[in-house]
């Protein structure tokens, strides 16, 4: 199956008064019609980064190689006004803070009918119909009333309905949702993930999902990659990675996390030792290193490590894979 | 399950009936219009070295409930106890004793911080108002820091020196700076990255078992709450809608809106996960401006009836041996 997306040795680096930071470092990925892939890591691991590259967003400043291909036509190095024709077609972005990404001086249903008219001539009415379609399909209630609402006339969760609304109106290929329920209360997150589920059920959208609750990509993602210090650790399908991981950092990380549904009776957390590195200063060789558990000097410190497929589409980018027990979270 | 020795100690910090109004104000003189029940009528126990957790979506009140058992909000009515005598009006003398007994850690670690302290005048400081004198109050600091996890040499650095984590920690050496019993915890790693988490939690758990802490933990992570608590408290609008041992309620939810919210909190396993039943309420939290009669939850419960609409559900005793504000309890 040809992939709806692919990335190629993607490399993004910004300048700073400190030198050069590379945000994202040669990652290479692949995203199939109808497949959810999950894109987790912790604050500064090159995540949102990677999204923004895809979709031409970033500033003129930051430095891009490598190769995106989008439906089998590159993207990067596009024109401007190239990007924006795919833009909200053909790909289309939802992003965490939805009061921040409405404009609040148009009503929700004409930045959403935008959306259509940007890219193709309907006539008022048809226009309105499909607005009123989508607004319907996201679970906003009453969309007669709502669609000539102002984003502050709506709450929390149905802004976050609404920006999907906008992101779909044109069926893309292609959905980037980033962080697209962190702000939200988790009862209203669950409607979101829902609406998410039906409209991919439905149009076979290939969905970037950028996150960083491993509880939410254990429920929706197909694939999960993760990324530390702008690199990708490992990339598996969701139940390999969470029962099979193989890098120490994914380990670590999973180990971590306290559980809702069972009593870890007065045991302590697993705590991976350390700090996240700076993209400034990050340690020769794995940038996991320096909080590695299995990190053996000489080796780990040296060079770093490529990814490699360890059995099939389980991939990890590690020195020492084969010297540690493999674990998962179960 | 019996109960952990804990339940049988002293109780430290009692709220009773606390209720916080803020008043809305519109139009040109800013005259009161009506007013919000931000808190409608908490009461809870801390016992030394127990952990309650305040749960609950956002607005429902947790946070005010926090800060008013400190006095850092005033209560429009209730009262705050500590072992045992009540904590009248706000008195300067009273709160100089019950600030130095009940400490608070805040959410942000960036903002809770004054970025022109160093850290060692920042751990000082209560020290200083309370009277401790220089040497005592150095040593002391060299101490905290060493027991929160931070290298004492680095206590003439500044906030912005330090990461997320690290400033969690100075924030909780402040906290515990005049040796307090009780400590109220406001999402205090929620700000935090999920490798940092366990660390700050970890820190807890011991200071709590070496030094005999009570925590009021106020958070939304609900497996958070659930590692660290010995009791577990879910507030809904303003009111708590059940409160009982973390196990029972995480296992046998006595009220729909609790079991809703365990159900859509996701779990890092994903065949656990992808089988789980997920209850997804409709609609959105009410405005507690103008809450649902009856029970403020029936607008979107799926148990509703009449009799919802009409009368308030007191909380009672369930077999489970927690307490739940329902008329048509789960178990």
Known sequence: ????????????????????????????????????????????????????????????????????????????????????????????????????????????????????????????????????????????????????????????????????????????????????????????????????????????????????????????ADRVM????????????????????????????????????????????????????????????????????????????????????????????????????????? | MTAPASYRTEVLLEAVDLVKEFPIRSGVFRRRSGSVQAVSGVSFAVRRGETIGLVGESGCGKSTTGRMLLHLIEPTAGEVRFKGTAIAGAGRRSLKTLRRNLQIVFQDPYASLNPRMTVAATVSEPMRIHGIGRAEARQRTADLLQTVGLNPEHANRFPHEFSGGQRQRIGIARALALEPDVLVLDEPVSALDVSIQAGVVNLLEELQDRLGLAYVFIAHDLSVVRHISDTVAVMYLGKIVEIGPADTVYEQPAHPYTKALLSAVPVPDPRVERARQRIVLTGDVPSPANPPSGCRFRTRCWKAAEICAVQVPPLTLRPGGQQAACHFPEA
């Open chain 1, 1 to 220: 199956m040809e992939p709806v997306l692919s990335v190629r040795d993607l490399c993004v680096t910004f300048p700073s008064d400190d030198g050069p930071v590379r945000a994202v470092d040669h990652v290479s990925f692949d995203v199939h019609p109808g497949e959810t892939l999950g894109i987790v890591g912790e604050s500064g691991s090159g995540k949102s980064v990677t999204s923004l590259a895809v979709l031409g967003l970033l500033p003129k400043r930051a430095s891009i190689t490598g190769s995106v291909t989008l439906l089998g036509q590159p993207l990067l190095g596009r024109k401007e006004s190239e990007l924006r024709r795919l833009r909200g077609d053909r790909i289309a972005m939802v992003f965490q803070d939805a009061l921040a990404a409405l404009n609040p001086v148009f009503t929700v249903g004409s930045q959403i009918a935008e959306a259509i008219t940007e890219h193709h001539d309907r006539s008022r009415a048809e226009v309105r119909q499909r607005v009123l379609e989508l607004l319907d399909l996201v679970g906003i209630p009453n969309p007669t009333a709502r669609i000539n609402q102002y984003p502050h006339e709506y709450s929390g969760g149905m802004r976050q309905r609404a920006m999907i609304a906008m992101a779909i109106a044109n069926e893309p290929e292609l959905l980037i949702a980033d962080e697209p329920t962190t702000a939200l209360d988790v009862t209203v997150q669950a409607q979101v993930l829902d609406v998410l589920e039906r409209i991919q059920l439905r149009t076979n959208s290939a969905i970037l999902l950028i996150t960083h609750d491993l509880g939410v990509v254990a429920g929706t």
């Open chain 1, 226 to 330: 993760v990324m530390y210090a702008g690199r990708q650790a490992e990339l598996a399908d969701v139940e390999a990675l969470f029962y099979e991981a193989r890098h120490p950092y994914t380990q670590g990380l999973l180990a971590s996390l306290p559980r809702l549904d069972r009593r870890v009776g007065g045991e302590k957390l697993h705590r991976i030792k350390g700090q996240p590195p700076s993209l400034v200063h990050l340690p020769p060789g794995c940038a996991f290193t320096p909080r590695c558990p299995h990190a053996r000097a000489g080796e780990c410190d040296q060079e770093r490590p490529t990814l490699v497929e360890l059995s099939p589409r389980h991939f990890a980018a590690c020195h020492r894979i084969g010297s540690f027990e493999t674990a998962g979270a179960a």
